[in-house]
């Protein structure tokens, strides 16, 4: 099961864009002249025979007229695995083939041993199409504690949290400056991504940090927009649990629109309407 620390920074990477662009434009002079914003990709990749793999993330870099620029295969790889040799070669080709731009594979391994050896491994191709991955390791972005610096960059300083979280407690100054330059709605963000990245010991030191430190009125707006959303979930399931009591039919398209409901009025409406209802239209009807 994948761990906090590589979930974490796919979800970093997936939500600020930028962040591999600057690491590659940084540390491998690769610049995406042009670049404006960024689109997520499916991951899978099929086979003709009946498999499919999923690559970590995979993106699309496009211009202001939404051209693309460069395609990107985002892998968090945290141990040693040989199958990658020819699993990575897969990703790239699907990518390319599909798109019809040049794909990069940007590799981040937590262990600077694991980074070494996958470097070797694609240093030493012998006659076969030769792959060259951007592999990077925490060594690559040094903690950010400077909140001037983290004010700058906060995805930069989000990220550098993540990639050093057994040192993280000495950037949350800088990373609780750098947030307070975002909206609310961003901060939450920020904030969700590192509780799911620092080890559990770190956590509740985080939210301490949050909860005594950060500016009142922007730390309030972002803690009720966490507990809205948790009361959502919490009508979600009961409505859910409700309907399935009921032997009431929910198909997945009506299921994902439930899920995505975060009004907590139309929520208490289907709740109330679920406890008497035989169909799913007599809930959630207009």
């Known amino acids: 099961m994948p761990s906090g620390e590589h979930e974490s920074t796919i979800e970093a990477f997936e939500q600020f864009p930028e962040l591999p662009v600057w690491l590659l434009e940084r540390h ?4 995406v002249r042009g670049f404006h ?3 997520q990709l499916p991951t899978e990749v099929r086979q003709l025979v009946p498999a499919t ?9 496009c211009d202001a007229a939404n051209r693309p620029l460069l395609a990107a ?4 790889q945290r141990t040693w695995d040989a199958r990658k040799r020819w699993r990575w070669k897969e990703y790239i ?12 594979l940007v590799v981040y391994c937590p262990r600077p041993a694991v980074a070494r050896r996958y470097r070797r491994l694609f240093e030493t191709e012998g006659v076969s199409l030769r792959l060259r991955p951007f592999i990077f390791t925490p060594d690559d972005v040094p903690l950010v504690v400077d909140p ?11 990220l550098s949290m993540l990639w050093h979280r057994t040192k993280a407690r000495q950037a949350f100054p800088a990373l609780a400056e750098g947030m307070q330059t975002l909206s609310p709605e961003m901060g939450e963000k920020y904030h969700e991504i590192v509780l799911a990245g620092l080890p559990e010991a770190l956590r509740s030191l985080w939210e301490d940090y949050m909860a005594t430190m950060v500016d009142r009125e922007y730390r309030s707006k972002i803690f009720r927009d966490l507990q809205a959303r948790g009361k959502a979930e919490g009508k979600v399931e ?11 039919h929910v198909p997945d398209d009506a299921r994902e629109r439930i899920r995505a409901c975060t009004d907590l009025d139309q929520l208490g409406i289907w709740l109330r ?6 169909t799913l239209d007599d809930v959630i009807r207009e």
């Open 73 to 76: 295969v985002l892998e968090v």
């Open 37 to 39: 914003h960024a689109v």
């Open 53 to 61: 793999y999923h690559a970590d993330a995979m993106a699309l870099y």
């Open 93 to 104: 080709c699907h990518l390319e083939k599909e798109k019809r731009v040049s794909a990069a």
């Open 28 to 31: 491998y002079g690769v610049k």
């Open 273 to 278: 309407r679920a406890v008497t209802a035989t």
């Open 238 to 248: 009961a409505l859910l649990t409700i309907l399935e009591i009921r032997r009431v």
């Open 148 to 158: 001037g610096q983290a004010r700058t960059d906060p995805a930069v300083a989000l």
